[in-house]
């Protein structure tokens, strides 16, 4: 096989400060791709309507717009929600704006400011340009440009060294968004079904396992939440506003100018909590008491939903003998909230009742007992009557894409789901767990050997670091695949560049919705650099190992082409309308009355009482349970969402650092008095386990936060040198989070228990590097 050699110029590499002492000894060093110069701007206030513009001046734009530029279908990919739009590129090539599709249900033709700043993905001139493969120059590790052929060989025998000596279960793949998809096709016609996302373990997992004990379904994404007919919202934690969850926001934004009830449970004063009625101040950790003493009232006032809980829900006599106990005055004990604003907002919601959403929430991995937690959610809106009703949560729909043809996968020996045996409830891949198979271990009867990470940075997405980085060591094999050189690159052994998802033919979406509908994502513009579509790196790598029987086509576009035609449209169509509906076929949106509805549950019904977690040998009611609290002198680290970046990925967007460049740590008055500190001064923090954060962070003095807690965003403090806008500004939550809480039922991993000590003095000031 030839060859082409494009560059062999060497990057400098640093050694992560964190992990200098674990890594010296090791046989995978971490590299920082290369070291340039900082920048960064000033920072903009955030507010609720911050979309792209009222409706007027988008259509003023598009008109000007549309004459000058070629418009491209596309969706977005800053964040998991996938709003639909429109790329505008000029004759040079360049993309000078996107907008969004005024026929998809999840943006109303308005992006978030994240996904206008979606251009500054393809625009970071801090990229990855070319392939990169790890090697050793005077005893000393560093990465060197490939050509692609190189690369692609390269991993190609790995993949086929591993499987013959272990077998291709061995070989694992993480993964998160679009590029997931590619390379999970691959790796299942390889032989291997060994994956796992974050959006479960760390996100939304608990959710899941609960309503899908509950009502047989699970939330999914987007949340089938009728915001925009609500007449009640109540949010546990849920920072929508900040979370930017686009039609979600605008719902929420229709919903107060509609005079909805809005309820905000969340220790700190969020920007829900701003726009609320009631914003109860809840102690941290403490959330079960507060759900279980609104189900006490609820049905000692009589408030419940008596007709359909009757007629769909199983268990509520056990609910009722299980509430009893615990009264407003019970919970106001745990929860500092008072009896009477307890009260008043049950009966609040009672009121709105059928048309009252209490949010399952999207993160809520928190304390290890947060299928609970979300189980009480679930019983709370079975009490209102909320499943299935206008203005609670509509049954969704959506329709499925067909699958190019291709021979049935083989039967791996193991997968996701032994990986996953001591939680009965995962139902998906578990990161955490398949990280623990990757560390050598006698007892170990699922041994992983290689990785392949697709546009996740496990670095900052998954707590415990130290169980992370001896997985990192041991693997004889890391391919990472990612658009920059983010953290987990600096350990991979091979770096491939894709493409950002303005250069690249995807996937149809198809998400579950009121109405089911699809949106495409036609290449813009070509890839800059060298970068490629995870489409074609996925079928290189596939042709390599002989699985041309799975790869029966030239490119990805003639896959879309091919799939589009099956769904009675075609690429000239949809070219032209970018998102397409599809009539409901499951029929009503909300329950038939009229007609019994048959849940997917064992027993067809709402289980308040669920046998399936008895037998397990879980609580089959909700319990509250006492969790530690902060020692002296510590304060629990909280954290959330930034509205102008999503997580660590747009952390050195241009676009996006304009608007805001570094996190910052919020402080109560009371506290700041106590420690002497000044707003905008720099500080650096230690965790409960004497890890001290690499970089330091601007303190906000703000009464939005609890004494007993400090609160950031997460996404920050990157600390590779190439990301040159971003490197060392503000601090990363996950560094911090060195303990979890695992959810014994669906093995999530609990993060908001770890507590932090504030440090004014550099703690890396004598430090050597
Ligand atoms: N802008 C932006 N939007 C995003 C994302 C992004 O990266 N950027 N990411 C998206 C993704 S994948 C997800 S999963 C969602 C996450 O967004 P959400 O599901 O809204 O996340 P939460 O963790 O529920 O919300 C954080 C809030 O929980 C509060 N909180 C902390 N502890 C407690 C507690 O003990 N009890 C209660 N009641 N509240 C508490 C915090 O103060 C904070 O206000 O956001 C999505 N939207
Ligand atoms: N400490 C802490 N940890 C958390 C959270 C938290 O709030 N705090 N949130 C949790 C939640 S809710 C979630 S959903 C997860 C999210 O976890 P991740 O999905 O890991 O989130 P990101 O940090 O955005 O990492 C995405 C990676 O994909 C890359 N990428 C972006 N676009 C593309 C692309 O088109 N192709 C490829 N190949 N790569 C691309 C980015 O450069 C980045 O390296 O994190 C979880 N972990
Ligand atoms: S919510 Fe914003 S970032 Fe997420 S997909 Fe939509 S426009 Fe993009
Ligand atoms: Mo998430």
Not at 586 to 610: A, Q, R
Request: include cysteine; proline fraction near 5%.
């Amino acid at each position: 096989m030839t060859f082409i050699i494009i560059s062999q110029s060497l990057f400098k590499y640093f050694y992560h400060r964190q992990t200098i002492k674990l890594m010296t000894t090791s046989r995978r060093k971490f590299i920082k791709i290369s070291a340039l110069g900082l920048g960064g701007l000033a920072t903009v206030s955030t507010a609720y309507k911050m979309f792209g513009g009222n409706s007027l001046i988008d259509s003023v734009i598009k008109e000007n717009i549309a004459n000058k530029f070629k418009r491209t279908a596309t969706y977005c990919e800053v964040c998991f929600w996938k709003c639909a739009g429109w790329a505008y590129s000029d004759d040079k090539g360049n993309v000078q704006k996107i907008i969004g599709n005024d026929d998809d249900p999840h943006c109303n033709g308005r992006l978030c400011p994240r996904g206008t700043g979606g251009v500054g993905m393809y625009n970071d001139e801090d990229r990855l340009k070319t392939p990169l493969i790890r090697t050793t120059i005077n005893g000393e590790q560093t990465f060197r440009e490939a050509s692609w052929d190189e690369a692609l060989n390269l991993v190609a025998s790995k993949f086929k060294g591993i499987k013959e000596k272990y077998g291709p279960e061995a070989f694992a793949l993480l993964k998160h968004g679009c590029p997931g998809w590619h390379f999970e096709h691959l790796f299942r016609a390889y032989g291997s079904d060994t994956n796992a996302e974050p959006a479960f373990a760390q996100c939304r997992g608990p959710r899941e396992t609960a309503f899908a004990l509950t009502y047989g379904s699970w939330v999914g994404s987007p949340e089938p939440t009728d915001i925009r007919n609500t007449k009640c919202l109540v949010l546990i934690g849920s920072h929508i506003g900040e979370n930017m969850h686009n039609s979600q926001v605008q719902e929420m934004s229709d919903a107060i100018d509609n005079g909805a009830t809005i309820i905000t449970v969340d220790p700190r004063f969020s920007t829900a909590a701003s726009k609320s009625q009631h914003w109860l101040a809840i102690k941290p950790a403490t959330d079960i008491a507060l759900l279980l003493s609104w189900m006490h009232v609820l049905i000692e006032e009589n408030l419940y939903d008596k007709e359909y809980v009757e007629k769909y829900a199983l268990g509520f006599d056990e609910l009722k003998a299980h509430v009893k106990q615990f009264t407003p005055e019970w919970a106001y004990g745990v929860t500092t909230i008072k009896p009477e604003e307890i009260r008043k907002t049950a009966r609040a919601m009672a009121h709105a009742a059928p048309a009252v959403i209490v949010h399952p929430g999207r993160h809520v991995v928190w304390y290890g007992d947060d299928t609970q937690r979300e189980r009480a959610i679930a019983i709370l809106n079975g009490l209102l009557g909320s499943w299935g009703r206008r203005g609670g949560f509509y049954f969704k729909e959506s329709i499925s894409v067909p699958n190019f043809p291709h021979p049935e996968y083989p039967e791996p020996k193991w997968d996701w789901r032994d990986i996953g045996e001591n939680f009965p409830l995962a139902q998906m891949g578990l990161t955490n767990e398949l990280i623990r198979c990757s560390i050598p271990n006698k007892d170990n009867k699922y041994p992983i050997k290689a990785w392949m990470v697709a546009g996740t940075n496990l670095i900052k997405s998954i707590p415990d670091t130290k169980q992370l980085q001896e997985a990192l060591e041991a693997l004889e094999f890391l391919v990472v695949i990612d658009t920059m050189p983010m953290d987990i690159t600096g350990y991979a052994d091979v770096i491939l560049p894709e493409c950002t998802y303005l250069e690249r033919t995807d996937i149809v979406r198809s998400a579950t919705n009121r109405e089911p509908s699809i949106a495409v994502r036609f290449a813009a513009v070509p890839p800059k650099y060298e970068s490629k579509p995870g489409a074609w790196i996925a079928k290189e790598i596939g042709m390599r190992l002989g699985l041309e029987d799975y790869y029966n086509y030239n490119d990805f576009d003639e896959v879309v082409d091919w799939q589009l035609k099956e769904m009675g449209t075609s690429r000239e169509e949809m070219e032209k309308i970018g998102v397409k509906k599809y009539p409901r076929t499951t029929g009503s949106m909300y329950l038939n009355e009229d007609e019994t509805h048959v849940f997917h549950t064992p027993s067809g019904k709402i289980e308040f009482y669920s046998h399936e977690l008895a037998e397990k040998g879980f609580d089959a009611l909700p319990v509250y349970t006492p969790h530690p609290e902060p020692p002296q002198g510590f304060y629990r680290l909280n954290y959330g969402r930034s509205p102008m970046h999503t997580f660590s990925r747009t952390s050195n967007n241009p676009n996006l650092t304009e608007l805001k460049k570094e996190n910052d740590l919020w402080v109560n008055p009371k506290v700041a008095r106590i420690l002497g500190l000044k707003k905008g001064q720099y500080v650096w923090l230690k965790n409960q386990d004497d890890i001290i954060s690499t970089f330091s962070i601007k303190v906000r003095v703000t009464e939005r936060v609890r004494w007993d807690s400090v609160y950031m965003v997460h996404g920050f403090g990157n600390d590779n040198k190439k990301l040159t806008r971003s490197y060392g500004k503000g601090i990363d939550d996950t560094q911090m989070i060195s303990r979890i809480f695992t959810d014994p039922i669906m093995g999530g991993t609990g993060m908001r228990g770890n507590y932090v000590t504030i440090l004014t003095e550099d703690p890396h000031k004598n430090e050597v590097i």
